[in-house]
C-alpha cells in the first residue's frame, strides 16, 4: 500500500498550514459508525485524496493517505477502549501509526491522562490536529521513526492496523515486544492481515467492524484486539528514554 517512502527527499515540504488545508478540504467530518461518540475528518473515496496528496507534495507517487480513512484494526481498538476504559485510565498512551489520531482520541475519552500519536506520515499531524480539535482533545505528535529507536516510555502503547505491510511489519512487531519487555501494556488491533505474527498475542475482544470497499473488499471485517505479551528474555537492565515530541 505504500508505492514511495514517506521520508522520499523528492517531495516539496509542505507547511503545517497548507497540510491542515489539504485534510479539511479532502475530508468530510463525520462519526465513525463502530464508534459514534468520535468524529473523524474521513474521505469517502480514495482516489480523489490520493491525487490530491500527490499534486501538493509534487510527487508522481505517495504512499496512500492512510491519514484519511478509520482502518478496522483501529476502529476495533477505539471500540475496546470504550468498553474497557481501566486499560488507560490516568495512563500515559503512545499512538504508534496513528493516521488519523483515532486510537490516541479514543484513549483520551477513555480517561488517558495524555496521549501521543506517532506517524512518519506528515499529513498525519495535520489529521491528527484537526480530529483532536474535532474530538475537545490534545493529542501530542512525533513525526520521526521511533522504529529507529529504543520504545520510549509510555503505559500503554496502542498499535491499529500495522500488518498489512511485511517490511513494516518485521520492524513493529519486535519493537512493541520490547516495549512490553519495559513495562509496557500492548495493545494491538488487526482485522486479520497477512502480516500479523502468530506468537505473542493473546486475544482480548473480538468485533464485527464496518469499513469500506474503498479500503477492503467487504463493507465488514472481523477485528481482533489483541494484547502483546514480552517472552521472559525480551527485558533488559534499565528503564525506556523518555519521549520528546
Ligand atoms: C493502516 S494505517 C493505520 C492508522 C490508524 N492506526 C488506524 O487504525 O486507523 C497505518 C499507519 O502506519 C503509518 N506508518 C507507516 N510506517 C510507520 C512508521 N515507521 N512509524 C509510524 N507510523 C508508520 C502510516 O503512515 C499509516 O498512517
Known sequence: MTRRSAADPA????PLSRRRALVARHTRLQPLRDVPTVRLHLADEL???????AE????????????????????????YLGEHPEEV??????????????????????????????????LAEAAVGLNARAN??????VGRDLLDE????????LAGDTAYEGPFAERVFPWLVQAAAHGAR??????GRRYLPASNLTELASYEIHTTTQLEDRVIVTARVFTLRA????????GPPGLRP
Request: hydrophobic share 50%; proline share 10%; aromatic share 6%.
Open 11 to 14: 517531495r516539496r515540504p509542505l
Open 231 to 238: 517472552p521472559t528474555s525480551a527485558g533488559r537492565p534499565g
Open 47 to 53: 482516489d480523489p485524496v490520493w491525487r490530491a496528496t
Open 56 to 79: 501538493a507534495l509534487g510527487a508522481a507517487e505517495v504512499p496512500i493517505p492512510f491519514w484519511a480513512f478509520a482502518w478496522a484494526g483501529g476502529i476495533a481498538i477505539a471500540r
Open 89 to 122: 485510565a490516568d495512563s500515559s498512551v503512545l499512538d504508534l501509526a496513528t493516521g488519523s489520531g483515532l486510537c490516541a482520541i479514543a484513549a483520551l475519552r477513555a480517561g488517558a491522562a495524555s496521549a501521543i500519536g506517532a506517524d512518519v506520515d506528515p
Open 150 to 157: 529504543e520504545p520510549p516510555a509510555a503505559d500503554v502503547i
Open 186 to 191: 500492548v495493545l494491538v488491533g488487526d482485522p
Open 136 to 141: 475537545g482533545v490534545r493529542i501530542g505528535f
